[in-house]
């Protein structure tokens, strides 16, 4: 018998804490679950953010953050789950970056922490209380990591660019306030 050290045991507890939030969020896109606003209501929101088909942003979005927590708290896929979910987050930061940093102020600060915390673990690896570990690790290979988080970094780049053209179109030729 293997004994579990100290290592896996902060894994899981990262890997339970922090997908069991993220498919929290995700199921409030998804589902309406929690008080969300489902497919509908979120890819409304999507839209008057900026990000464009709402319903396909609501779907992507909800899929990325529930698919990419269960599997996070599963410990299975863990590249790909931590790097879904950090794609997610690098989405909502950009939404909330213009109110700062901290939270309280409507900042990045915890879209930022799950995202992060996602990639951190997807580098990391899942520990041997996982069911990576039981599989042989046969979907958490190391060059699975950079292919992961790098085809996640572009996803996420091209949609948050997008988003921000958008958002600069519907502001030309809106006029400022001159004087106050």
Same mark, same amino acid.
């Given at each position: 018998?293997?004994?579990? +050290?100290?290592? +896996? $045991?902060?894994? @899981? @507890? ?28 979120? %890819?409304?929101?999507? +839209? ?9 942003? *609501? ?10 927590? @269960?599997?996070? #708290?599963? %410990? ?6 931590? #790097?879904? *979910? ?5 989405? #909502?930061?950009? !939404? ?15 879209? #930022? ?7 951190? $673990?997807?580098? *990391?690896?899942?520990?041997? $209380?996982?069911?990576?570990? !039981?599989?042989?690790?046969?979907? +958490? ?13 572009? !996803?996420?780049? !091209? ?22």
């Amino acid at each position: 018998m293997t004994c579990i +050290d100290r290592r +896996d $045991l902060g894994l @899981l @507890l990262l890997r339970l804490g922090t997908g069991g939030v993220l498919a929290a969020h995700g199921s409030q896109k998804l589902f309406g679950w929690f008080g969300g606003g489902g497919i509908e209501g979120t %890819g409304q929101f999507m +839209d008057s953010i900026g990000y464009a088909p709402g319903k396909v942003s *609501a779907t992507a979005a909800g899929v990325a953050e529930t698919g990419g927590g @269960l599997l996070l #708290a599963l %410990g299975l896929a863990t590249p790909a789950a931590g #790097a879904a *979910a950090a794609g997610a987050m690098a989405g #909502a930061s950009a !939404v909330h970056a213009p109110n700062g940093f901290f939270n309280q102020e409507g900042g990045f600060e915890y879209a #930022a922490s799950l995202g992060l915390t996602a990639a951190g $673990l997807a580098v *990391a690896g899942p520990g041997r $209380l996982s069911l990576d570990h !039981v599989l042989g690790h046969a979907a +958490d290979r190391g060059w699975m990591v950079p292919v992961a988080l790098g085809v996640t970094a572009a !996803v996420a780049a !091209v949609a948050v660019g997008a988003r921000g053209r958008r958002l600069r179109k519907a502001r030309e030729g809106q006029q400022g306030v001159l004087f106050e």
